[in-house]
């Protein structure tokens, strides 16, 4: 038998003689010479010693006692095993150097689909500019500028200052702002509230008048004549947990500033207002250097939608001189609408505040995703009269799911007073599953 090796078309071929094996010529289908990278199976002699086995196996040298089959063997087990270890080396290290050259030089195209707020375009900033959290404050913030004006209410003890949001422009030539109530209480501790002056953020100015107020979330509405048309993003507090960064906005023209960047402390909280009055659910931040002519402005998530509206604490309340406090803005929506429809303010109350959102160790022995643990419940309130107690631990209303303390405070905001509830939450350590009927939350 006779082996022929030679060059066929640029390729290396070996072939039998004529007669020993009617298959062709074994060619190469890529001439390894013009690779980046060649199998180590792909040498010459390589592919020499597989022709001769091959020949020599089909050629009847496979009894078990004969030289030929102990040669095939002996051939087959000194290059077949290492040259398969030798591949699969190769082939890990070749698939990671493409891998790397195919990201670096963009030959692998990927979709990746970020759900976010649209924001205006804007020029670069640096990273300074975009905070120690890597959000671009800078960017949010000017999306939301041209909706946040300054106010300024004349009372007989001088002008007082503070900021707003539009919080709906129907497009007849006026426009709603919401504010903190705060604002007008040195005017209304005298009866007297004078002229109301809004600032826009281009420079024009306008007249504005009181459409109402409400002491239970120390909001206030002021309607504006101006062809304003733009409204900001909304978002909810469902979806803000403790420790979130975010922003909170006062007009540009504040000499005391106007961003403020911050955390979340707490939600369900409770504070005297600066007006007198004792709010409870609302968020408090840890935003400490908050000015007084800032309040009433927007605060802001890391998606630029605005979470609540900023109202200022009693100062002399020293539990709450290091944090600012904010209205969540599903409350503010709910209120503001209200108003503006000529409706008293009404709040369902379920009777449970100071609550906390779910510690992780105890969701995880109860096998929740989440809940809200109540902190106190009060006396006579909806919450009481079902056998609610502190501690116990709501997980759903009306089968929505109660996962954090902005959610209970979400579904609540959407709720009627009498509404007819159904919820669930655990009372010492047992699942209880009932009805209850919200209440109005009390003025007191």
């Known amino acids: 038998m006779t082996i022929r090796t030679g060059t066929s078309l640029g390729s290396p071929f070996v072939e039998l003689e ?94 990746t689909t970020v759900v976010r707020a649209q924001l205006p375009a804007t020029s670069a900033v640096s990273l300074a500019e975009a905070g120690p959290s890597g959000v671009n404050w800078t960017a949010i913030e000017e999306s939301v500028a041209p909706m946040v004006v300054s106010l300024t209410i004349q009372a007989p003890t001088g002008p007082q200052k503070g900021s707003g949001l539009l919080v709906s422009a129907p497009g007849n030539g006026k426009a709603f702002v919401v504010t903190d109530r705060a604002l007008f209480q040195p005017a209304q501790s005298v009866a007297y509230i004078g002229a109301i002056q809004v600032s ?163 969701a995880h022995q109860y096998s929740l995703t989440g809940g809200v643990q109540a902190g106190v419940v009060e006396k006579g309130s909806p919450a009481a009269r079902i056998g609610m107690a502190p501690n116990d631990i709501i997980t759903s209303i009306d089968s929505k799911p109660v996962t954090s303390t902005g959610a209970l405070i979400s579904i609540l905001a959407g709720s009627d007073p009498g509404h007819v509830a159904q919820i669930t939450y655990i009372h010492a350590g047992k699942t209880v599953n009932t009805t209850v009927v919200l209440g109005n939350e009390p003025a007191a």
């Open 18 to 111: 004529p007669g020993a094996e009617d298959e062709g010529p074994f060619f190469a289908w890529i001439p390894p010479e013009d690779r980046l990278w060649r199998h180590p199976s792909e040498s010459a002699e390589a592919r020499f010693e597989r022709a001769e086995i091959h020949a020599l196996t089909r050629a009847g040298f496979t009894g078990p006692s004969g030289g030929g089959a102990r040669l095939v063997r002996a051939m087959a087990g000194s290059h077949g095993g290492r040259t398969w270890t030798v591949a699969v080396i190769a082939g890990l290290v070749g698939a990671l150097t493409a891998s790397g050259l195919g990201m670096a030089t963009g030959w692998w195209n990927h979709q």
């Open 200 to 362: 826009f953020l281009a420079g024009t100015v306008a007249k504005a008048r009181l459409v109402g107020q409400d002491s239970l979330s120390g909001l206030a509405v002021i309607e504006v004549a101006d062809a304003v048309k733009a409204v900001p993003l909304f978002g909810t507090v469902a979806n803000l947990r403790d420790a979130d960064a975010v922003l909170a906005v006062g007009a540009r023209d504040l000499l005391s500033g106007y961003v403020f960047t911050g955390s979340v402390s707490g939600q369900d909280r409770e504070a005297n207002l600066a007006d007198g009055t004792e709010v409870d659910d609302l968020i408090a931040l840890n935003v400490p250097s908050l000015s007084q002519s800032a309040t009433g402005g927007p605060v802001l998530n890391r998606l630029g939608q605005v979470v609540g509206i900023t109202v200022d604490p009693q100062t002399t309340d020293s539990s709450n001189q290091s944090l600012a406090f904010a209205v969540p803005i599903d409350e503010v929506s709910r209120v503001a609408a209200q108003l503006i429809n000529g409706q008293a303010p009404t709040h369902a109350w379920l009777g449970v505040t100071d609550a906390d959102d779910l510690p992780s160790m105890i």
